[in-house]
């Protein structure tokens, strides 16, 4: 742990900074999905169909700027810092929510989606001052508290955008960004440096920085590359739901927006327990790689539920079930650190951040075509919740390469 903020006593407030950043920027995320369609529509003249094909190219460009951009803030921390690339992170993206309140036309709402996909990345960032000033064998508890302010940022996020976005669509734009940059000026104040200079990486190096370069340092060791897989395959898993959900539900159960709403936030709610409050206890007590196959036989559960139910009433039994999903993220956070010395915390972090891209441009297509070939009244086989069985399906090969890699130790 960074010696410097254990000095200043600065711990605690640091941590709150970085728990309500991730609140605050998924919440900040989350106002913009009801609004950004509308906007969109309204650009392209009403028309749905183009206004749809948009959306699609704004989202993979989003994930892509992911992909590029999270290893070179990743090694950019480690050579100068954490703070500071987080405190322009939420600088940046800020004034790209005014620049997107105030868009002109497509083409500007197109460059600020492509700003706060790159702004956005500081996620690894923060995970990776997470690593820095909290010890090995109590980081999963952290990462469980930083997944449940991801979660309650994405269930309040939607409301709050789309109750706001009633009066004026452009309205969250700027409370979005307002938000962001108050953050940033709150975090002048309380947030302390927590990497120490003689912890920090030597030099800036780009063949670190980019993505192919990001992820040698997860080939540098067998289990290091085993867990990274698995993150990978779980973060594709979990793109189903942001996916399909909404398609699935209307289709097989027909739901309204309201029911699918609320459905949304008690997924988040669950979540944000589960990740807030369970899994400091449940991995103090069975440890790191318990938890992580607890998680992930609870996610191909809930995944098989989902798929299966003939009724709504059954859909909503498998949501606590697919909650304890919520132990793997955290477990694997706190088996991937311990491998890697402080000067390569966010280099990680950025390689993790750019599979998670790759995942998020893969998955949409990846289950809406496979959704569709299953609803195909031409098809012999009907089966609405093949998205959902094949994330699940991915559970399970997720499941066997870290059981396989536990091996390896």
């Known amino acids: 742990m960074n010696d410097s903020i254990a000095r200043t006593g600065a711990r605690r407030p640091a941590l709150l900074f970085i728990f309500i950043t991730v609140v605050l920027d998924m919440l900040a995320l989350g106002m913009i999905i009801p609004v950004l369609p509308t906007l969109i529509v309204d650009f392209v003249g009403g028309d749905t169909g183009r206004a749809a094909q948009i ?8 994930a892509l700027m992911q992909f590029l951009f999270s290893p070179v803030l990743g090694a950019l921390s ?18 790209d929510y005014v620049l997107m309140a105030l868009a002109p036309s497509l083409g500007w709402l197109f460059v600020g989606r492509l700003i706060s996909g790159i702004t956005a990345a500081s996620f690894g960032t923060a995970s990776a001052y997470i690593a820095d000033v909290t010890a090995p064998e109590k980081r999963a508890g952290a990462y469980g508290l930083l997944g449940a302010a991801f979660g309650l940022g994405f269930v309040l996020g939607p409301a709050f955008g789309g109750l706001s976005g009633a009066v004026d669509p452009r309205l969250p734009f700027w409370i979005a960004g307002g938000l962001s940059l108050l953050n940033a000026c709150y975090g002048l104040f309380v947030l302390p440096e927590s990497l120490a200079p003689q912890h920090r990486s030597p030099r800036f190096s780009w063949k670190r920085a980019n993505p192919m370069g990001a992820f040698k340092l997860l080939r540098s060791q067998p289990q290091l590359l085993g867990l990274a897989f698995t993150n990978f395959v779980s973060t594709l898993a979990h793109v189903v739901l942001s996916s399909t959900f909404v398609l699935y539900a209307a289709f097989r159960y027909g739901w309204d927006q309201r029911a699918i709403g609320l459905t949304l936030a008690g997924v988040g709610v669950c979540s944000a327990i ?35 139910a003939e009724n709504g009433a059954v859909f909503l039994l498998g949501i606590p079930v697919m909650a304890l999903w919520g132990f793997t993220g955290p477990s694997l956070q706190g088996l991937m650190t311990r491998r890697i010395g402080a000067s390569q915390q966010g280099q990680l972090q950025g390689a993790g951040s750019s599979l998670n891209g790759i995942a998020q441009m893969i998955g949409p297509p990846l289950y809406s075509s496979t959704f569709a070939w299953f609803i195909n009244p031409l098809r012999s086989l009907h089966l609405p919740g093949a998205p959902f069985l094949l994330a699940g399906g991915l559970l399970v090969v997720a499941l066997m390469m870290s059981w396989q890699t536990s091996m390896m130790d």
């Open 274 to 308: 589960v990740q807030g409050g369970l899994v400091r206890p449940v991995v103090a007590r069975i440890g790191e790689r318990r938890a992580l196959i607890l998680g992930l036989l609870a996610g191909a559960a809930g995944f098989a539920i989902f798929g299966f």
């Open 55 to 62: 959306i699609g190219v704004f989202g993979a460009v989003w």
């Open 78 to 95: 480690d050579r100068f810092g954490r703070r500071r690339v987080i405190l322009l992170s939420n600088l940046g993206l800020g004034l």
